[in-house]
């Protein structure tokens, strides 16, 4: 869509003000400054610019001008995170001589609709101990909408241990800093159910894990052959969800897993993660 609107300019009455040029600029950013990169430059991957007018003076109370910014590319969704944001974002700007220049912005909110996936595979995991525990997970699929509805079914074929009680976490990990593609490829033995931060080696690339909803599936033990049915709307987690994103400009990727944990009576704790892929059905 094209990116139009107007630009009013009020003034006292009778007051005057001379000016060098007044300018509209739209701009896409992924801004890095915010959260563990605070003071990294931010990077424009869009940079538009037009003259509304010229060198002269305001004498109207009130002056409008009209502005529309036509075919853009606009490659990215607008994304707000813990430690990076892709803003679009118009901004006026009325230059004055001698003095610093008169500015104004105001952000765009930008989303796609995704393709819904070809095919649904199901999702089966096993998780065991020894001759003590022995546990089949099965999810309806890997790929949801953002409001869908996760289901699936535990199964219990060896239970030799006391499970107190089990509870189903969705988890969003977002990766960020210059090169993350090769990060987020390796990032999924990367273990959390609460929120945390991690950082690599070379200190360039930071991992923030948020737990964004739990909820307990089962109070009490179960016992062998018992199978467990699992619900969970996308729709009821009170996060604002996003679509996943995979390497967004080799800056920042975006990740949900699932993540099943188990407690037993000693208060030790069982867990197994999933990763699934959430895309955007519809916009809002």
């Not at 118009?90 to 500015?103: A, G, I, S, T, W």
């Not at 390796?186 to 609460?194: I, R």
């Not at 990740?255 to 944990?261: E, G, I, Q, S």
């Amino acid at each position: 869509q094209d990116v139009q609107g107007a630009v009013i300019l009020r003034l006292p009455p009778g007051k005057k003000v001379e000016h060098l040029g007044i300018k509209v600029q739209f701009i896409g950013r992924i801004d890095m400054s915010i959260g563990v990169h605070e003071g990294r430059p931010h990077y424009d991957f869009i940079s538009l610019s037009k003259e509304l007018a010229p060198p002269g003076s305001l004498y109207q109370t009130e002056t409008m001008y009209t502005f529309h910014f036509k075919n853009m590319d606009k490659e990215f969704e607008s994304y707000c995170g813990r430690n990076v944001a892709v803003r679009y974002i118009v901004k006026v700007k009325v230059e004055r001589k001698f003095l610093p220049p008169l500015k104004q912005e105001q952000d765009v909110w930008v989303q796609f609709r995704g393709q819904e996936p070809i095919s649904h595979e199901s999702i089966k995991m096993e998780v065991g101990i020894e001759d003590c525990l022995h546990i089949e997970f099965e999810y309806a699929r890997r790929q949801y909408h953002l409001r869908d509805t996760i289901t699936g079914k535990i199964h219990f074929l060896l239970v030799q241990i006391k499970i107190k009680h089990m509870e189903l976490a969705v988890i969003r990990r977002e990766t960020s800093g210059e090169g993350v593609a090769l990060a987020a490829a390796t990032d999924a033995t990367n273990q959390g159910s609460s929120s945390n931060s991690n950082v690599d080696a070379a200190g360039n690339i930071f991992t923030e894990t948020q737990t964004l909803v739990k909820y307990e599936i089962m109070d009490g033990a179960p016992v062998k052959g018992e199978v467990i049915p699992v619900k969970l709307s996308l729709q009821g987690i009170p996060a604002d969800l996003t679509p996943t994103y995979t390497a967004v400009n080799n800056r920042f990727s975006v990740r949900y897993f699932l993540n099943l944990v188990l407690v037993d009576e000693d208060d030790r704790r069982y867990f197994k993660q999933q990763e699934i892929i959430l895309w955007r059905k519809d916009l809002g």
